[in-house]
């Protein structure tokens, strides 16, 4: 018997995108070509951006498609600085997706940014007064603020309408990374106040390899790769016609079944945060108690390392993780868990477990019937 745990990192692909991805795999035709081939692909793609707009409150116009979550953050943050010059200062929560943090560093170190990481409390939540703090020190020097919308590891849901509105106030671009959220949270790019919102398809059962940028029309970054000018002129790239068509399919299941979806994942959460907290009564569940993202559960466990944890649990058939998949493998104590002010040993030593559409009560048994002795076994390793 095995558990998957681990939907924040990956999903198992729906079958109406494995459907509509298929459907175009054996299709010949790139979509920037005048022939017949080139215009069926043509079709297939608009036809796709406009199912996305629709489902997720935006105009065909603004879906820039993308090769995933990764590049779309690069674009709204790089591409929105550069065109925000001469402003150096970029405000970013503390708590921020690598895919952002790291091109916002990169911006610091290479181009003569002035990165700021806004504090978060003891949840992970950036407050909206610590946001308008930071903005209001010098309003015109800023260049973009970026905040995403849920944490991909303690699943805190941040106040985004509401720290939209405040950069807006100063007439600041405000980028959000929702792709932690598409399928578990409503989503709408207009009433987000949003000038950027990325979303991948590999979160929400779409297929690897392809996200987009819902960028506001009166939004022109510059662009990061540079070629035939395809999608606004600001994502140059033969777009994958199959991987779109899939994308767009994920989007429309993921939106029309969001609220039961949200049912869902808040009973089976809720019980499994019940029952690790029975089963390991000295853990510690982080983030925000509330106001979480339906599907995760994030926890520290005295006096253990996550990656022993991990381990552990996979070799009993439960696969979960120790924070981000997209830096997995590199041993070093959650950014976090230390923003939120969590000292190196607890932040080390927590799991992280997803819960997607494929979930049932049964990934909870199996977690719980072997947590206890992992827990245990850990523990004698770290003391040993």
């Known amino acids: 018997m095995s558990a998957y745990l681990d939907h924040a990192a990956t999903t198992p692909m729906l079958p109406e995108a494995i459907a509509a991805m298929t459907e175009q795999l054996g299709q010949v035709g790139n979509a920037s070509s005048l022939h017949a081939a080139g215009r069926h692909a043509r079709r297939v793609v608009e036809e796709s951006r406009e199912s996305i707009a629709e489902a997720l409150g935006a105009r065909p116009s603004e879906v820039v498609f993308t090769s995933g979550g990764t590049e779309a953050d690069n674009l709204a943050v790089k591409g929105l600085y550069w065109s925000r010059a001469p402003r150096r200062r970029l ?5 921020e997706h690598h895919a952002a943090l790291d091109p916002a ?3 610091a170190d290479r181009q003569g940014a002035e990165l700021e990481l806004l504090a978060v409390d003891e949840y992970g939540k950036l407050h909206p007064d610590t946001l308008r703090a930071a903005i209001e020190r010098d309003p015109d020097s800023v260049a973009m603020v970026s905040v995403m919308w849920a944490n991909n590891e303690v699943g805190t849901i941040q106040p985004v309408r509401v720290l939209a509105a405040i950069a ?3 007439g600041i671009p405000f980028h959000t990374d929702a792709v932690q959220v598409l399928g578990q949270l409503p989503v709408s790019f207009a009433a987000s106040g949003a000038d950027a919102l990325t979303i991948s398809g590999h979160k929400i059962g779409g297929p690897m390899g392809v996200g987009a940028l819902l960028l506001g029309r009166s939004m022109t970054p510059a662009p990061v790769l540079h070629g035939g000018g395809q999608e606004r002129d600001v994502r140059s790239g033969t777009l994958d016609t199959p991987a779109i ?4 399919a994920a989007v429309q299941v993921a939106v029309r079944d969001q609220e039961e979806q949200r049912e869902h994942l808040t009973k089976l959460r809720d019980e499994l945060i019940e029952r690790v907290r029975l089963a390991v009564p000295d853990v510690i569940l982080n983030g925000d108690p509330v106001d979480r993202l339906p599907g995760n559960a994030h926890f520290s466990f005295p006096g253990c390392e996550g990656d ?3 381990m552990l649990l996979d070799a009993k058939g439960v696969e979960c993780s120790t924070g981000s998949a997209c830096s997995a493998g590199v041993a ?3 950014h976090v868990l230390l923003a939120m002010g969590a000292d190196s040993l607890r932040a080390r030593g927590s799991l992280r477990f997803t819960l997607g559409h494929t979930s049932t ?4 048994d199996r977690l719980v019937e072997v947590l206890p002795a992992v827990v245990e076994r850990a523990r004698r ?3 040993s």
């Open 91 to 95: 405000l970013l929560s503390s708590v």
């Open 105 to 107: 560093q990169w911006l």
């Open 168 to 170: 807006h106030d100063h």
């Open 245 to 248: 068509a899939g994308l767009a």
């Open 308 to 310: 022993a944890l991990l």
């Open 332 to 334: 070093q104590p959650s």
């Open 361 to 364: 009560k049964d990934d909870i």
């Open 381 to 383: 390793a770290g003391l």
